[in-house]
Nanobody
């Protein structure tokens, strides 16, 4: 199965932008549905966005629609999350996740996780 490694987190002011990237190892990357989840301090991990194996379908949690964009490059084995108009409530550790077949829209759906990257949005 694939292994995932996130990068691109950091500290940004409210209204700013960040781009998270997730690099994957493994020859079957293009077969996986991929997603981003986040976990804020004291809260459960939650779904943020996902993209199907072909990249043809994307879906988002309501709180990030219109601000975040997920994309993937199967030739480079990467999935990205462009985050615009960031808010303090977006502060969390962001995790890349993967599932081979099937919808990826909840924590229990994911079979592979990255180590996470911290995103902090100051007000």
């Amino acid at each position: 199965q694939v292994q995932l490694a996130e990068s691109g987190g950091g500290l940004v002011q409210a209204g700013g932008s960040l781009r998270l990237s997730c690099a994957a190892s493994g020859r079957t990357f293009s077969s996986y549905n991929l997603g981003w989840f986040r976990q804020a301090p004291g809260k459960e991990r939650e779904f943020v966005a996902a993209i199907t194996s072909s990249g043809g379908i994307t879906y988002y949690t309501d709180s990030v629609k219109g601000r975040f964009t997920i994309s993937r490059d199967n030739a480079q084995n990467t999935v990205s999350l462009q985050m615009n108009s960031l808010k303090p409530e977006d502060t969390a550790v962001y995790y890349c996740a993967a599932r081979l077949g099937g919808e990826l829209s909840s924590v229990r759906d994911a079979s592979v996780w990255g180590q996470g990257t911290q995103v902090t949005v100051s007000s």
